[in-house]
Nanobody
């Protein structure tokens, strides 16, 4: 089992940057595929980025491609989301999620129902 805690959110002007952190606790973090999702009022929760257990395979939603970068440090049991060139439409609560993964799997997951563990979320607000 793994517990997830997000941090790094805040208020930023359009064009600015933020780095989100997802700190995990529990054993075998390296065997989990991870994802970042966001949920804005009036919208469904959507995938932002996903990464496989080792970090070699990544996915980005079209809306963030080229601006956001997902990465992980299994030694520090942390997943990061670097967000650059932020836009007002990026405003949302951001969640990280974890799913047990087969060792050496290159798979990442895009559907929130695939994930077993979730953090409490961190608010990101981008002003125009």
């Amino acid at each position: 089992q793994v517990q997830l805690v997000e941090s790094g959110g805040g208020l930023v002007q359009a064009g600015g940057s933020l780095r989100l952190f997802c700190a995990a606790s529990g054993r075998a973090f390296g065997s989990y595929a991870m994802g970042w999702f966001r949920h804005a009022p009036g919208y469904e929760r959507e995938i932002v980025a996903a990464i496989n257990w080792r970090g070699g395979n990544t996915y980005y939603a079209d809306s963030v491609k080229g601006r956001f970068t997902i990465s992980r440090d299994n030694a520090k049991i942390t997943v990061y989301l670097q967000m650059n060139s932020l836009k007002p439409e990026d405003t949302a609560v951001y969640y990280c999620a974890a799913k047990p993964s087969r060792p050496y799997s290159g798979q990442y997951y895009l559907d929130p129902t695939d994930y077993d563990y979730w953090g409490q979320g961190t608010q990101v607000t981008v002003s125009s």
